[in-house]
């Protein structure tokens, strides 16, 4: 039986997709019913996650379906920073994966499945969907709308979403509870308006909410808020206040007995800890602004009817920012934990893009509801509707270019998460007799929680040790070099992974606290070393990118041609790569390709990518790219007396790559192979007398070299620590 709407994902924010292998992919989740084994149907049970390598069309949420396809189980993170699919589906008790090649491996045995439930479901979705949609085109407005609205993301563009991130407002565009809590204030009102008594308000405003909990994904925030919903209904039957602590604790109660994993995830997490913020904190905030602004603000203005207005519209703002604040507080430390940012603005952000956010809802909900009597009326809305959104996008988009909304911190310890709810506790409820002894106090909690996280982020981008990471990417390229406050990204692509850029690197970068690459190095135009870099490039900031004389050759042609227009849009030229400019802290020498070579056509493009040497502390790194024997044999007869402590294999490992004796002469006593899952038992079987590392197997390999020389290495899954001095 099919329980979600099936997913395309057209990969639109990757820009290599075009010289992908394959369609774009469909995903949906199945609950299962029946399997045919050697001895026939048997009956089974479970969710399994189907994925379908074309997009899927036609199927509903209760249709009874017949699979064809291949069982497996899920991958698990093998880089920092990586989302976690296994441990994010395991979660959700889905631990089996299905794979069809197309979807002809799909019959349709039933539509509908005959349950009155899905039926509803299934017609208030396309309902909603062609009342808000029918008349508008697919655009990022469009999506917006979609988003806020039904609480769908997959139509925002990556560009949209990520100033939404990094401007702090990314709740907005997630379904969260306010978005709830806003359509039932706005009935609540409006049958207020009708005259109708508190216990008939109630009795609306409860159809209203299981409405709108059929046609939006039923995720933890709106379930978080319509449990407090039906609670504040429930007290208007028995005339009781309700208490929102209470209401609160009940609706994490309830989510708890239904699924108890949801515990440990972000976004319930997320959702309580700033609503929790909200009440504890709100009232004291305003208090405080009143006393501070309000107050002396009346007194200044001597004309009454301005001061009414003045003071409205303050009120109103400051009402705004201390909600918006008291949340930023309970939400930060969760923030800062899972997601490795503090965006400290994000409470001056919200008093700008609430008013859009609250009549976009208020008019798209009205708008559902007249499309079935005011047709007219409602195609009139959706143009007003479409100018809200697209000044929305413009705005925080201009906000997120202009002001530095975001500060990256990188992984933080739980010690640290759980000393700044202490300090806030503190803070705001434990009471003094003196107010001084309180300001000092609260002077030093603060200062405490600032320097502390200032050390955290200079242990992570300042330290004195030279740390290379080669990053697991499949079949491909992606090496992270930092030292001494320089990072260094040489490479980024893979051949197989899609967008390793947004899902693999830029993850790790975050997750490391790297928040500028002094610089990029192209070792030669194969996409599997280039396919990620757009995506970095849009969303981080670059000194330089750098690139051997031959890519440089080849700018106006082949891979090399497209990428260079792309960087060039973005902002960046290519500049021909020098020793001394990538030197210091550490050595970065280039070792090959030879002048000679450059442009040559009869040789492949393997055999002219760039060879560095890297040298720390007496320490040697060969970063060999994809060479070949022809550049292997030239690389030992020039330079004769090299030896390396640590190789990057030549080709990621590639059995056919091996020049006889190359990494023998090397004398390396470390091997790192950067392939995929099908070179792991070739490499395995070769005789190959260094320590091998494959990220394959054990997943994104560190190496790091302390100031005396001693050198450590490990791989991300295999936690294989080996060290020597």
Known sequence: VVISYPYTNYNKGWTFEKFSFNDPSGSFYLKLTEAETVDGWAKVSGKVRVQVNEPVFGLQTGDYIQVCCWLSGFDGATNPGQFNLKEYLASRNVYVGASVNTGDGIKVLDKGGGSFLLATRNYLYNYSNQALF???EQDNETGLLRALLLGYRGSIDDETYEAFRKTGLLHFISLSGMHLGILVGLVWWLCGRFGLLKPARAVVCIIVIILFLLIVPPREPTLRAAIICFVFCASAFFRRYPNPLNSLSLAAIILLLIRPTCLFEAGWQLSFASVLGILLLANSIISFLNVRIIEPLSKIIKVSFLRGFILFIVKYNLGIFAVGFAAWLGGSGILLYHFYTVNPLTCFWTVLAFPFIALILCLGYLKIVLALFFPTISAILMFLLNDLAGMLIW???????????????????????????????ITGWLVFSRIKMKKLVMGFLITSVVVSLGFIKGGKVGHSEFVMTVLDVGHGQSIVLQGGGKNILFDAGSLHSKNIGQRVIIPFL???????????????????HINGLPEIAQQYPIGKVYASGDFLINQKIGMAGFLTKVLNKTGFEINAINDEILNKPFEFEILWPAESVCGDESLSDNDKSIVALITFSGKKILICSDIERFAQEEVLRKYKDLKADIVIAPHHGSAGGFESGFIEKLDAEYLICSCGQRRIEKLQNENITSRLFITARDGAVFVKINSTGGLFISGCISQNLLEFE
């Open 510 to 528: 975050r997750y490391s606290g790297i928040s500028r690459l002094d610089a990029v190095v192209i070792s030669h135009q194969d996409v599997d």
């Open 134 to 136: 029918s008349q508008a």
């Open 395 to 425: 705005m925080v988009k201009l906000i997120s270019k202009k002001c530095p909304s975001e500060i990256l911190i990188g992984k933080v310890p739980l010690s640290y998460v759980l000393f700044f709810y202490a300090a806030i506790l």
